[in-house]
């Protein structure tokens, strides 16, 4: 009778074990320890507070490895072999692949009429879009001295671009400066305003080199 108990007990606590490994298992898949970047640009820093010394910058929807999250909200990751950190509130677990395209030529969701030179003007997926060619020097120094982090370049088809999105003009009291908004060329960040703005309030005018 002895030897029949121990037996049980033995095969409920095989049995007890072969159930909970498998739940344990699938717990660490799921916790693959990866965040994507959801600013425009985010520093990457020696230490977890915004005066430690900067290091680089990852820019939106890049996704990134961590080792650990500090107590603040900051994550710790391995950047050029050096450890450093970046902020919890500009990055989610929700990893988009998409967000990765935003920077491509083009917008691929939008079936619509594409804004160029030769059409100056078209009804993209926001509402009407016109574009503009001037020095876009002072909008970024405006943008920088306001805290959005992004570095000018300009994109193969001619979009001057802030960080990952394209440089737009719009009704701040609709798009406030800094909001991202999609356009028929791709997704554009809210960088500049204009006259235009009072007589349409859903216009984007958007920064090119044609």
């Known amino acids: 009778m002895k030897k029949r108990t121990l037996c049980a007990l033995s095969a409920a606590l095989t049995v007890s074990m072969l159930t909970t490994v498998p739940v344990f298992a699938q717990e660490t898949a799921d916790s693959d320890h990866k965040v994507q ?7 990457v820093r020696s230490s977890s507070t915004v005066d ?3 290091l680089g910058k990852l820019y939106s929807g890049e996704i990134v490895e961590y080792i650990d999250r500090t107590d603040n909200g900051w994550y710790q990751i391995s950047y050029q072999d050096e450890t450093a950190y970046i902020c919890g509130d500009y990055v989610t677990k929700d990893i988009r692949e998409s967000a990765q395209t935003s920077a491509s030529s083009g917008n691929s969701s939008w079936d619509g009429p594409v804004l ?6 078209v009804q993209g997926p926001s509402g009407k879009e016109t574009y503009y060619n001037l020095n876009m020097s002072r909008v970024v120094s ?16 001619g ?29 554009c960040i809210v960088a500049d305003t ?12 958007i920064a090119v080199n044609w």
Not at 194 to 205: E, I, K, R, V
Request: hydrophobic share 30%; glycine share 10%; aromatic share 10%.
């Open 116 to 121: 160029n030179r030769r059409n100056g003007t």
């Open 194 to 205: 204009g006259g235009f703005a009072s007589s349409n309030p859903y216009q984007l005018d």
């Open 142 to 157: 405006n943008m920088h001295s306001m805290g959005f982090e992004g570095e000018y370049w300009v994109r193969d088809d």
């Open 37 to 43: 970047v959801t600013a425009s640009a985010l520093n």
């Open 52 to 54: 430690s010394k900067k």
């Open 159 to 187: 979009c001057k671009m802030f960080g990952n999105y394209i440089m737009c003009a719009a009704n701040l009291n609709v798009h406030p400066r800094g909001s991202l908004v999609e356009s028929s060329l791709g997704t």
